[in-house]
């Protein structure tokens, strides 16, 4: 539970390879479940950087890979 609540992000795993395709099936929707929960009694709050525009988004990618973020980067995609 801790991985969600700090906010860490895990690059290149496949959570349940291994299991099977219906236990792996099974452990998404009870993670999902799980994250649900969390989020509809306020305790998972995603971190939000900032939200760019679709054509800000190379730049945006240079400042994730310099490490100047902390928190997700949304792109808006239209002209909402």
Do not use: W
């Amino acid at each position: 539970h801790e991985f969600y609540l700090q906010n860490y992000t895990l690059v290149g795993v496949n959570v349940g390879v291994g299991y099977g395709t219906e236990r792996h099936h099974h452990m998404e929707e009870e993670t999902d479940a799980h994250l649900k929960d969390l989020i509809s009694r306020g305790l998972y709050k995603p971190k939000l950087s900032k939200v760019v525009a679709f054509k800000d988004i190379p730049e945006a990618l240079k400042d994730v890979g310099g490490r100047h973020v902390c928190g997700r980067i949304v792109a808006r995609i239209g002209h909402r």
